[in-house]
């Protein structure tokens, strides 16, 4: 197991009632007056709008609003944001929503701070923003999938071509983080089992490591974590108000990146899933999980083909997470895959990228900007080729 340093800074209140911390736990930060954000306006029919508009007054702070943040977040709300921010004073930023709402909010909060475009902040060649600081940042989360609640990334689409862009700075963590299940019961279906195909794909990308690091410990838990979501999801299907399911799912998203405590002592941060996946969505404002889904098995076979001397890592998911009863490493990956599939298929996940309605002549040009800034992977090296034919495969 190599090095490393373990830090979550973010507090999390999780369960029922836990907005009745919001105010009086924004002024202990020295927050006075409020940036509060959210999206396209879900949160004023369900209530959460109100309650938190109520905890705000029993403090005394004030507020301005930034409302309308879409999916995929875009620049252009998040400079407005920037804007709103500093003509008024603000000190604190309060995201309200799932993780657009929340990635746009951690790119505002190093944007206030930055007397330069915020797009200067973008990761660089070391993986780490050049962010020296930010603005507090606390979290209300209405829907579970992205982990942003409790880790230091935020996602940003930029620029005509809609690519995607990395924010990652330990500044960047919220301050605090409220996840109540029940702000997640009105979640449209589509959406929350997106987020579920979210969660399993961060938890499956820093599971599949070379083996000889021994991380025993992390990969034990990282598989009880992505077990729970396979079982929890279709309670869900079934029952949208289940309480322990939508709190499983909830705190699930959270764990799976929570300072990713699954990649500790293992070597970078590959995730090329989202490499290729931020391309589908980029190209065809596609809903971020289902890009992943849509493109994880393909590249499990991918990898098992051009690097099959890491067959027991794919052959130990399928006994321990997709509970394969099969001997031979080679059987028991595939059934695994195919267990996935098939898991995927009951939470409505597209079954392919042609289902998705994607064009087959656009998969080379999403290749070729997946790997624009260097080949993707760890188990196996993606470059354009790669890319190339594992999209086609998911077509």
Known sequence: MDNFVYNIPTIAYFGKGQINVLGETIKTHDGSKVLLAYGGGSIKRNGIYDATLEQLRKADLEHVELSGIKPNPRIESVQEGINLYRENNCDFILAVGGGSTLDACKAIAAGVKYDGPVTDLFVNESGVSDIAAAAPLATILTMAGTGSELDMGAVITVGE???KKVLMHPLLNPKFSILDPEYTYTVPEHHSMAGVADIL???MEQYFTPEVHNTKVQDRMNEGVMKVVIEDAPKILADPQDYDARANIMWASSMALAGFQFMLGKPGFPFPLHGMG??????YDMTHG????LLTPSWMRYTLLTAPEHLPVFARFARNV?????ADDAKAAEAGIKKLEVFYASIKMPASLRDADVKQEDLEVMAEKAVERGNLGILTSIGKEDALQIMEDAF
């Not at 289902?290 to 889904?293: C, F, V």
């Not at 997709?322 to 099969?326: K, R, S």
């Open 201 to 203: 794909c961060h938890l």
């Open 290 to 293: 289902h890009t992943l889904a």
């Open 161 to 163: 071509d809609h690519k």
């Open 322 to 326: 997709m509970d394969v009863q099969e």
């Open 278 to 283: 931020h391309e589908l969505s980029s190209m």
